[in-house]
Structures are given as C-alpha cells and as structure tokens.
C-alpha cells in the first residue's frame, strides 16, 4: 500500500529537499476559516499537513495548543465535521498528505471501526494519535494498518535504543520525532543534539523521520531541516492565528493570510537547507 | 458477564481489570512507567521495603487508625450497628496519607529527588508535602484555581511545609485541570521528577500501587472486627471519587460474598443535573492513562464534574472501580450535596466527629441504608477525612440557608 505520505515523501527525496510539515488545529476559530487556512497551507509552501482534533484535555499540549482546541470546541467543533472539512479539502487537493493528530478518545466514542472507515473515505492519510504508545497498538494501531492508514509513531529523547524497536514496530509513513521532552511549543530545540537523535533513529529504520516541537522560525526551521527529513511547526502558526482574532476571538479579514504569511516565511526557510547527509 | 474465580487477581500484566485500565500516555511518560512498574515489583518482593513502611505507618501516620462503633449515630438510625473506620485520626487527616508514604518510598529507591502531585480538596497534595518535608524532596502541588480558593486552608497548610502550590488555570481549574497540569510537568521533567498520584486513577501501575498501599485499611478493618464482634462486618460503605480510601477498605473483602459492598459517588446538585459520579452518569472512554467510566459528551469530550467537596469534584472513577461495577461485586450509589451537608451535621453534632465533605457522601447513604438493616448488622463506614479543612466552606453555606 502506497499512501500520499510515502508519495510526498519520495517525491522531496528525487528534489533532495526536506519536508515542512505544519500543525493546525481544525475548527480553529470556526469551520470555514479553518477550511480556508488548510486550503491556503499547500500553496504557503506546506508539504504535508497535520490537522488537529480538538481535545478537552490535551495533556501534552502547551497553552497556545490547548487553547486553540477550547477555540474550536466553543465554536462546535466535532470529530465528525473534522472528517467533513478533510472531505471539503480533498475537493480541491488529491495530493498533499493529511494526518490527524489528537488524542484517542474522541475517536474511541465515535467507534474505532467506523472513525477508521470514514477517515479512509474522507482523505485522510494517516494518525497521531498523542496517548497511544506501542503498549496499547491493539486499540487503534493495528486497525488503522489493516484500513490502509499510516499510523505515525512519535519517538522521544525519552525512547532509547532498547525500547526503539518497539516503538518502530507498526509504524509508517513517517517517525515524528519529539525534540524535546515536553508540551508542544515549550523550549526551542538544540539542532546538534536532533542531529544525533536522527542518527540514531535512522540506525533502526528506514522510515523518513520528521523533527518537531519547539521550533518557531524561518532559521530554526532551516538548521532543523538540514538534520531531518521534515520539521513540524505548530505552535507558532496557532499564535500568529490566535494574534489576528478580533477581542471576542472570531476570525477577521487577517486571519488566513496570517497563517498563510507565517507558513510561506518557513517554507522558505526551510527550503533554503542543505540537503541533509545520508 | 462470567464471574471471575476471584475479585482480587487484577490487573493483568498490561494493566487491565477486564476492558477497563491500560497505559494511555505519551511515549515520552512510557520508559518511566515502565522503570516505575520495575522498581514497585521490586519494592513488592523485598521485606526491608514492608518492613520501613510499617515502622512509618505506625510512628508516623499513627496506625492502626480505630474501628469506631459509633453508639449514638446506631441508635439514632435505628438499625444496623455502625462502626466508623477512623482515616480521618491518621497524621494529616486523612487516608492520602498511606498511598503517599509508599510512593515516596519508591520514589526514594528510583532515587527522583523531585516530586510532583496533583490535588483537590488538597488532602493528597497535604500528604505529599508533609512526607516531602520529612525525607528532604522537593514538592511541586497542582492545584485547580477553583479549589485554592474554596480549600484555603489545605493551601496554606501545603505552603508551610515548604511545598509549592500551583494553582491551574487551565479548562475548569478543578482536580482534572490540576491532573493534566501534572502529567504536563512530568512529561517536562520526566527525567528527575516523580509524580506521586492521589488516586487509584492513571495508567498501570498507578491504579494497582496506590490500591495495594491504601488495603491498610481493610486488612484492619478485618482484624479488628474479628476483634470487636468475632466476625466479618456484612457491609462496607465508603465514598468515591477517584476511589483511593473506598478500595482500600473494600478489597480485602471482595472474596468474601457474604460481604455487600457500597461506593458513593458525588450527585452534586442531583443526577439529571451538574454532578461528579461517573458509574451513575457516564461511560466508558479514556482520560488521564487509563479507561474508565468518565462523564463526557457525545464526541468524547469530557464533561465538568460538580460537587460540593473538592475531594469528589472529578470527572472519571478508578478503573477497577468500573470493573467491579460491571462484574456486579460493588453497588455504587451517589449522594446530593445537600444529603452530604446533612450528613456532615448529622455526625459532627450525634458523634463529635466533623466529617470530611468527601466522606459525609459515605454517612449520607448510610442514613438510608443502617435502618433498613437488623440490629445485628455490621456496617463499616470509611471516614476517610477529617472536617476541619471544610468548616468554612460550609459556615458560608449555612448561612446562605439562613438567610
């Protein structure tokens, strides 16, 4: 089974560049603005998007990724109109991979046979699923790859080289590699030491691996980019999408092109990196 | 649903009491549980680990806490004869105590010099700072913004022991906003931090270790009823919340069928409306590491809890809790907050034992359950808290109800 993942990603290794991979929340401020800031993403220069679903209780997002899902929750974001708006995207975009990133539970009500068969029908490509470690693959893992989605295994600097195979295990599409131990947009990530993190990972693997968490701009994106097949940014188009909400927190003419602006700057920038060493 | 061969073999070795449990954490938490679960094993296998909590248990928590009878609160309900497991007597005045010193025990051997807690009327978080001044380790306390203000008094308390009380801003600055804070904490400082859980709640081991330190309570409770009537009591009653102080007392008995067990859950303003008790009003999903009963709505997201006590003011239950529930071993029941006050004046002014809010849910269904009994029925209530942290809580409703 070939994915538009393993596409993309073949396609950015014949270019010889690495992939900018960008987070936002889905709803966030409202469904259409939403719409309209996935649909802007691809053009912006965004490889592969990750689509939040919203979550009462992210535990291991920081305050700018909580916010937004509390955002889009009080806007009447659902599971099911994040599967619409996927639907709505892939109108208009065959290509671009998009993975839903969240928490399990949301998909666990919705009924995990009938989540991964709306998902599939409606272009999803694959799932981060944030509480599901290898331990518990039986869940929703295993069912994904039976259902033809990449489920995508975050690695951490927590995860040594005993405990990486198992990691790696059910993994596809790509390996998100957490730069650091923490909540998302927290600290800023040392390059040298994802460098090495890559290296080691990519000694158990041949998977593209993708870097994320704590990085925020062009430059960071850049020296990320030159270590790693990808580099995720998240937070920092969550806060430039929340610094162009009105005071009651609605979206305004600014909005898209906010996220847009922000997205085409880091794409440049990570476009400007060497070719990072096989 | 079969019934089991005994209600005391879970969980598995995957954390799991029938679908309820698990470990649902980010990966960077997993190598850590999986060092907690090996160091608890090892500290399970080793006398010198059972043999240091007990000299604690003893001289310092002041154990064994006194199986009661409670004479005038019998005679005045009119049925069964009530005996009162005194928690509330334990150094800082509650059951919390017991779970905290074990984990801080295991915590010593991993040797993490930083420990984290989560609270909510602020017992467990009183606990944790009072062991944390006592072996010299550094105490970080989650606290909802919500409760800081209606527990002022367990704040300060925390404080003077030299902890740090964080109160959480975040979704509905109660004890599950103090829960996610934590978990946020550790997963920052996973390498130097332990994070000391209130409750038989998080991912495997939590539920099983924090069960295993607080069956102090019933493996007493079974001696000195032997003690004082020459017989098992006939039932058990104690609140829930997570559930920590209720398996503690009811698990010793789960074998014993002649037994009726009874937890209470937090009705709040009343079921149809805001409450806390997840077995009467909710289903199962995940939250927090674990699968259990939780109150959400119906795209999973979950729901605010309401109770008068700060203690029971939670969203979900303990896993094993849920699987006893299925299973049919434990009858869990709920109590209003008003049934609840009522049953706080009811001992305080019958006994001269101020209950803990949590605890007076337990007292509440007692008052309906003692006089439907014999006389020769023996009820044991968890009195899992004392009252002096909710006195002003509860002078500011009385005298809402005067006016």
């Not at chain 1, 974001?77 to 892939?90: G, I």
């Not at chain 1, 272009?123 to 893992?141: A, K, M, Q, S, T």
Request: hydrophobic share 40%; proline share 5%.
């Amino acid at each position: 089974m070939t994915t538009r993942i393993d596409t993309r990603f073949a396609e950015l290794k014949k270019e010889g560049r690495s992939a900018f991979v960008t987070y936002v929340m889905a709803g966030d401020p409202d469904l259409a603005t939403s719409l309209e800031i996935v649909k802007a993403l691809p053009k912006a220069g965004s490889d592969v998007i990750e689509l939040g679903i919203p979550f009462t209780d992210p535990m291991a997002d920081g305050p700018s990724i909580q916010a937004a899902g509390l955002r889009a929750l009080k806007g009447g974001m659902t599971l099911k109109k994040t599967l619409d708006l996927v639907r709505a995207f892939r109108k208009d975009d065959n290509f671009t991979p998009l993975v839903l990133m969240g928490y399990y539970n949301p998909i666990y009500i919705y009924g995990v046979d009938k989540f991964l068969a709306d998902a599939r029908t409606a272009g999803v490509d694959g799932l981060i699923i944030v509480d599901l470690p290898p331990e518990e693959d039986d869940e929703l893992c295993i069912p994904a790859l039976k259902a033809g989605l990449n489920f995508i295994r975050l690695a951490t600097p927590t995860t040594d080289d005993k405990r990486l195979p198992a990691v790696l295990a059910n993994t596809s599409g790509f390996v998100y590699y957490v730069s650091i131990a923490g909540i998302t947009g927290a600290a800023a990530a040392d390059a040298n030491a994802v460098g090495e993190a890559v290296a080691r990972i990519k000694r158990h693997t041949q998977l593209p691996i993708c870097v994320g968490f704590g990085i925020r701009t062009p430059e960071a994106a850049r020296a990320i980019a030159e270590k790693a097949d990808g580099s995720v940014v998240g937070t920092a188009l969550v806060d430039a999408l929340k610094n162009s909400l009105d005071s009651e927190g609605r979206a305004t003419a600014k909005t898209v092109n906010a996220v847009a602006e922000l997205t085409a700057a880091l794409a440049q920038g990570v476009k400007g990196a060497k070719q990072a060493a096989e | 649903m079969n019934k089991p061969n005994s209600y005391r073999s879970g969980p598995d070795e995957r954390g799991h009491f029938g679908i309820f449990g698990g470990r649902f954490v980010a990966e960077t938490l997993m190598p850590l549980i999986l060092d907690l679960e090996k160091a608890y094993t090892a500290a399970k296998a080793d006398p010198a680990f059972h043999a240091e909590m007990k000299g604690y248990l003893r001289d310092y928590v002041g154990r064994p806490s006194p199986l009661y009878f409670a004479e005038r609160l019998t005679e005045h309900l009119g049925g069964a004869k009530i005996y009162l497991k005194r928690e509330e007597l334990n150094h800082t005045g509650a059951h919390k105590v017991n779970n905290v010193l074990g984990q801080i025990m295991v915590a010593r051997r991993m040797g993490k010099k930083r420990i984290i807690a989560e609270t909510g009327a602020g017992q467990h978080g009183v606990a944790t700072a009072t062991l944390c001044a006592r072996f010299g380790l550094e105490c970080i306390v989650y606290m909802g913004a919500v409760d800081v203000a209606r527990q002022a008094p367990n704040v300060f308390r925390m404080e003077m022991l030299g902890a740090k009380v964080v109160p959480v801003q975040s979704g509905t600055r109660t004890l599950k906003d103090a829960m996610n804070e934590a978990l946020r904490d550790w997963v920052t400082n996973v390498h130097n931090t332990f994070y000391c859980i209130g409750t038989v709640a998080g991912p495997h081991p939590y539920p099983m270790m924090v069960r295993d330190f607080q069956c102090v309570i019933g493996e007493e409770t079974r001696t000195q009823m032997q003690e004082a009537e020459g017989r098992l009591p006939d039932s058990l009653v104690a609140c829930i919340g997570g559930g920590s102080n209720a398996i503690g007392l009811f698990h010793p008995f789960l074998d014993d069928p002649s037994v009726e067990i009874f937890g209470v859950e937090a009705a709040g303003h009343g079921l149809t409306q805001l409450h806390a008790a997840s077995i009467a009003g909710g289903r199962p999903g995940v939250l927090h590491g674990n699968r259990t009963y939780l109150l959400m709505d119906a795209d999973g997201q979950i729901q605010d809890a309401h109770s008068i006590s700060a203690g029971l003011d939670y969203p979900g239950i303990g896993p094993e809790h849920s699987w006893l529930h299925e299973v049919g071993r434990v009858n869990y029941l709920s109590a209003t907050d008003d049934e609840a006050l009522d049953a706080f004046l009811l001992l305080s002014r019958l006994e001269g034992i101020p209950p803990a809010l949590e605890s007076a849910h337990a007292i509440a269904k007692v008052m309906e359950l003692a006089p439907k009994r014999p006389k020769d029925h023996l009820m044991v209530v968890n009195l899992s808290g004392r009252g002096d942290k909710d006195i002003p809580q509860i002078s500011e409703i009385l005298k809402g109800r005067k006016q």
